[in-house]
């Protein structure tokens, strides 16, 4: 409720890259950086590290629920991914202000053989149901989004629900389940975006920070949810 994370250690080929972002919900302001270096932010083993111009972050990551993983057919090949609910644990320090930090989170793992030209839409998000569990989804189109055996994945209280297929609505402004009962709406407070050209990567994203309101299917209301909806469009 006071400040959202993000941080990544990417490599694509011979390409590193690092960014991390810090929204500070008491003034709104969003700080980001990203840096074709390794070192910048270093995750696994339980912890998140990030040490870099402005920012210094010490977060432990402790397991939090049940990991989704699926493999999927991709193109020509294949692709993984395993998302894991946390408790970050730590201090994060940005910009001067130092933050003891207690939060749920979400790691993100993935790796493959992408096709040349991917494309997706992702969702992932935190918070309390209206009768007290707590929730974490993971939501996409476009990579592990077949009806079955897909990546779609709703936590109560730790334990994953895997559901059917999805929409996102309008900019980035909300989700629609096939399961007609539930809709979940989206409220950006900032916008992580970035576009590169390298002729043989090119990438154009945007990520908004910011809260949800509504359902997820299960009959869960949200009392309060936390998270960041994702565009992407990549040539590798």
Known sequence: SEVMLCAASVRIGPVPQAFWAVLDRSDGRLRDRTAFTPGLVAVGD????????GIEADIALRPAGTPMEVTSPHGDSYIWTRKDPVRAVGTLTCEGRTWQVDAAGLIDASAGYHAR????????????????????????TGVHDLEAASERTVWTDGEPHEVGPVRFLGDLDGVAFA???????????????RRDDLKLFASEYRQPFGTF????????????????????????
């Open 117 to 140: 030209h991917t494309a997706w839409e992702w969702s992932a998000g935190v918070g309390t149901a209206s009768d007290g569990r707590a929730v974490a989804w993971n939501l996409v």
């Open 179 to 193: 399961e007609e009962e539930a809709a979940l709406g989206f409220r950006a407070e900032a916008e992580r975006a």
């Open 213 to 236: 309101s509504g359902s997820l299917p299960g009959g869960i209301t949200l009392a309060e949810g936390y998270g960041v909806m994702e565009r992407h469009d990549v040539r590798w």
């Open 46 to 53: 339980g912890r998140l590290a990030i040490r870099g111009r």
